[in-house]
Nanobody, 123 residues
Framework: VQLQASGGGLVQAGDSLRLSCAAS????????VGWFRQAPGKEREFVAH????????YYADSVKGRFTISRDNAKNGVYLQMNTLKPEDTAVYYC?????????????????WGQGTLVTVSS
């Protein structure tokens, strides 16, 4: 599985962006997927998680109420709708597949990290 995140860009505080995470080729998106982000000089941190059938979602407290994770398995896509963006949301955003039964909040639970997409929020 190879994932690719896209949809980042430069926006102003209060704006919205929608990130997409796609699996390469014909690989079916039947995995739980997480979104993480990494700001310059900081560790990669959890943003959101969605189960393979959209039955459960989890969010970091910092994005709860502003970000929404969703998926369309028919289109092999997982999405992160980001509203009311803040300068502190500036980071490279990554998606990854859940690979073991560890905590959904930890990077070690995930693998097949795709290339990230940069989100820059200006004040």
């Amino acid at each position: 599985v190879q994932l690719q995140a896209s949809g980042g860009g430069l926006v102003q505080a209060g704006d919205s962006l929608r990130l997409s995470c796609a699996a390469s080729g014909r690989t079916p998106m039947t995995y739980a997927v997480g979104w993480f982000r990494q700001a310059p000089g900081k560790e990669r941190e959890f943003v959101a998680h969605i189960s393979w059938n959209s039955g459960s979602t989890y969010y970091a407290d910092s994005v709860k109420g502003r970000f929404t994770i969703s998926r369309d398995n028919a289109k092999n896509g997982v999405y992160l709708q980001m509203n009311t963006l803040k300068p502190e949301d500036t980071a490279v955003y990554y998606c990854a597949v859940e690979r073991n039964s560890g905590s959904v909040y930890h990077t070690n639970t995930y693998g097949f990290w795709g290339q990230g997409t940069l989100v820059t929020v200006s004040s």
